[in-house]
């Protein structure tokens, strides 16, 4: 029965399931090499009231005498116990009386925490009465007022916060900006931005700052626009060069953007940090052999630079370069990186040369991070190859106990290794387990219903697909499992033919599904459109059993040297593999 299966077993002498690894893989990437430029345009985005006023411990200014001190031990306690108004009063008091600038913070954040904006700008503005151009102050009640609509008092405490950097680089204009950014109420900071910069039209620094925060606000146009007169002034400045490929990227130009970064990067070939985002814009483009060529320049510049090694063995890994991918990754565990990814990834590379001591040595080095769950899995089915499947499925109920979120998957595993190994009732056994905690599970019961499958209980199989399907009618996997066993073991075909076309209408470049489509096609006596199906689902993705339905469909034809060749190059790939050696002894070859 062709069809996908949920067990994680990979063929051999090929890479093992990717896990999180391909998810986050370039992602990760492209975090490391556009540091520069996500260092230009982030901010930290507040999602409590609370956040207006940034943590930071106590000065220590405070000298409390006994009766202040039971005050503030009143403050504390209700803090505990979440009565924040009465904490925010004590505090805001204390502060009053001692001129302390801590507890006036104390105060403003409990206040929030009350929801009182009005005792928390009492407390921000005694701050300021004590504390003028704390940046910190400054920045928290401007964030109120914005929140309060109290635009013109915002205002004024940005232009004061402004004016305190003026001597400094951006002139206070980019500061500014960044403390806008964070701002939830985005007109009327953007407003408050036009109104800072309005009497400095012909300034790069204010150009600069507004071109930041419209990007901030999505307004790319603009930022793109605004940054324009920047560019002509400052265009070899690293933060310019890569706000502009970010705003082109925004604005989904990524080849615009690519080409715009080549050049600079041509121009100014020793800059690490714009190589770094280049590499990274290459990468998440998909064109990985450029990327590599870039890493291997920016180790050129940083050899030692463990981020750039990492990718770079990554991206040989991607592009099945195993020696190279090896050579990296074995140069940062020689430097000690505590990167988790280094033996996950040197695993991999074990797994793929059948050196399953290696992959499990290296597995077990995995003891956190992204690729711990998966590392995990893989040490459980590497120690069922090795025949120990009852250590296999300890190993697995180890882990379904101490990581509930991994549970159905280590279900899935665990039935898997089960179905290898010919125990299907154990394996139904472990998925119907799992389906007691995870009723309606449709992986349980799509992995359960194969392998009623495979032991020919075709009712119960059919039984748990149609519940997959009650849930969710477009589950490819489930249309394409039922299509082919009314194909293959029935003469059901008008159903068949029904469930298939539905999987392709939605996941058509499945080869998968493709090759059901065939196989119904050649069980309906149509043999060209099956050889059509089948050749097109081999050009995505080769496959052993596709390759058997191949075979099988030529000999029928007459095609008898062809399908000769067929099977005897798929026999030579996969030599194990049970459905093809039936095929080949079904036809007597």
Not at 222 to 249: D, H, S
Not at 325 to 354: D, H, T
Not at 544 to 560: F, M, N, Q, Y
């Amino acid at each position: 029965m062709r069809i996908e299966s949920s067990k994680s077993v990979h063929p051999k002498g090929t890479l093992p399931p990717r896990g999180a690894w391909q998810s986050c893989l370039f992602m990760a990437i492209t975090i490391v090499t556009f540091a520069g430029l996500v260092s230009c345009a982030s901010t930290n985005k507040q999602t409590k009231s609370t956040a207006l006023i940034a943590p930071q411990q106590s000065t220590g200014e405070s000298s409390l005498d006994k009766e202040d001190l039971y005050d503030y031990l009143v403050a504390d306690i209700s803090t505990q116990r979440q009565q924040h108004n009465v904490a925010a009063a004590n505090y805001l008091a204390l502060a009053r009386r001692n001129a302390d600038t801590s507890l006036a913070e104390l105060a403003a954040r409990s206040a929030m925490q009350a929801g009182d904006s009005k005792q928390a700008l009492e407390a921000l503005e005694l701050w300021l009465d004590i504390k003028p151009n704390d940046e910190r102050a400054l920045a928290s009640v401007t964030r109120l007022y914005l929140s309060e609509q109290r635009v013109d008092d915002a205002y004024a405490r940005l232009e004061q916060i402004r004016v305190s950097r003026a001597e400094e680089e951006g002139k206070g204009f980019l500061y500014v900006a960044r403390l806008l950014a964070a701002a939830r109420q985005r007109d009327a900071a953007a407003g408050l931005m036009d109104r800072l910069t309005a009497e400095h039209s012909d300034d790069i620094d204010a150009a600069y700052a507004t071109s930041y925060l419209a990007l901030q606000f999505g307004q790319y146009e603009r930022a793109n626009r605004e940054l324009e007169p920047v560019l002509q002034q400052r265009g070899e400045q690293q933060q310019v060069i890569l706000q502009k490929t970010l705003i082109l990227r925004r604005m989904q130009k990524n080849d615009e953007a690519a080409e715009f970064l080549a050049a600079a990067v041509a121009r100014q070939a020793n800059n690490f940090d714009l190589r770094s985002a280049y590499a990274g814009l290459l990468v998440d483009a998909g064109r990985y052999e450029e990327a590599l060529d870039q890493y291997q320049r920016l180790s050129e510049l940083a050899p030692d630079n463990d981020e750039v090694t990492f990718a770079r063995g990554l991206l040989s890994l991607q592009l099945q370069q195993i020696d190279a991918a090896e050579m990296q990754f074995k140069a940062l565990s020689q430097r000690g990186s505590s990167n988790p990814g280094v033996p996950y990834n040197l695993a991999r590379i074990a797994e793929v040369r059948e050196d399953i001591d290696s992959a499990l040595r290296f597995y077990s080095q995995v003891t956190g991070g992204q690729n711990y769950t998966e590392a995990q899995l893989r040490i459980a089915v590497l120690t069922a190859i090795q025949g120990d499947i009852p250590t296999a499925r300890a190993q697995l109920g180890v882990l379904r106990t101490n990581i509930p979120a991994m549970a159905v998957q280590a279900s899935l595993t665990e039935g898997g290794l089960l179905q290898d190994a010919n125990l299907f009732d154990e394996a139904i056994a472990v998925y119907t387990e799992a389906l007691t905690t995870k009723p309606g599970n449709t992986q349980l019961l799509y992995a359960r219903s194969l392998a009623y499958a495979q032991t020919d209980r075709f009712e119960l199989f059919e039984q748990d697909v149609q519940v997959i399907l009650a849930r969710d009618a477009n589950n490819t996997d489930a249309l394409n499992a039922l299509g082919y066993y009314l194909a293959d073991s029935t003469t059901r075909y008008d159903e068949a033919e029904k469930y298939i076309k539905r999987a392709l209408e939605l996941k058509g470049e499945s080869h998968f599904i493709l090759d059901s489509y065939g196989w119904l096609q050649f069980r309906l006596g149509r043999y060209d459109e099956a050889l059509s199906y089948i050749r097109r689902a081999l050009d995505i993705q080769s496959d052993t059993e596709i390759s058997a339905h191949l075979g099988e469909i030529l000999w029928v034809k007459g095609e008898r040297e062809e399908a000769r060749r067929v099977l005897r190059k798929a026999s030579k790939e996969d030599p194990e593999n049970k459905v093809l050696q039936e095929v080949i002894q079904r036809l007597g070859l």
